[in-house]
């Protein structure tokens, strides 16, 4: 493992690799009539950060944990790196690295304790446990915190101890149960980053999920949106917001107008135009769904300023993942 860097890592896709590290094949869960998982397929490639987004009781945890070997699948499969986590369930631990969404805070146990209990439980012995550790603090910026009692730690410290934890057998595949939840601005942006370099520096494979879309949409290279137990979309980022978006003569987008003055003379203008859908009006600009092509789009600023309306700024603004999400999904829960 490197150094973390401070160096931004790209959201650039990793050229895709023959096989994936995690295949879900029609996972199914259910506990008695509650169909938690049913019939969830997707795919994450090795450099790849793929989020798992979906609300509350979409069934996002019971498929990590299944991913993780800590539940069984009702009826489907799911491999990590070629190993079915029904049959070969040893393999996968060896490969895999589960950040659960919240754990133990043990007391009177400090940092490098912590970190050295779960070396031993992964068999690691004198100067290779050592190493295991000395990786960890050195990735995870722990260092300067190594004597501090970990129930003593800030929440952002707590997060990174946690992954610090699920990276000490430095393994090829990380599974991260909502790990950027309750964390603050600048210790999300943190987190981000590092989780970053574990793909893009590092080559890991990171399956991450939330039902806080904002936290994801920066960081995923891909993204699964689940709900009530189904995938809706999945796919790289342009893949699915591509599939959201109307294509040919007829693409909608979403225009952005501002104008100098009177913004509701804009607003009583796009009303009477062609292709203009609703229309939002906020202090000095005019928000509205356009369902045409470019040169009809050219057409409407042209005859926005023929009718003397002084525009300062015209823009498409691109659709995006929250956006899809907030499609796709319909706000059922089970
Ligand atoms: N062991 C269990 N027994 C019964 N029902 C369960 C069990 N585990 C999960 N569920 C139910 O399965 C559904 C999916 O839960 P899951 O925790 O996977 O959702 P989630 O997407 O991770 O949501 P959250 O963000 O709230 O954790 C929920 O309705 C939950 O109550």
New binding site residues.
Partial sequence: MNESSTETATLEPPPPTATPTIEIHHLHRF??N?K??NDVSFQVHAGEVMGFI??????????MRILATLDVPTAGDAFVGGYSVVDKPDEVRRILGFMP?SFGKYQNVNVLEYLDFFARAYGFRGAARRDAIERVLVFTELRKLAEKPIDTLSKGMSQRLGLGRTLIHDPQVLVL??PAAGLDPRARVELRELILLLATELNKTVLI?S?ILTELSEICHSAAI?EA?QILASGSRDAIMQGHRRTGPDESVELEVSVVGEVNKLQRWLLEQPHVGAVRIADKNARFEFTGNEQQQANLLKAMIASDIEVVSFQGRAHSLEDVFMAVTKGI??
Avoid: I, M
């Fill in positions: 506990f008695g509650l938690a998982v979906g609300p509350n009781g979409a069934g996002k945890t019971t498929t969404d149960d909502e999920s039902h689940v137990g829960t089970q």
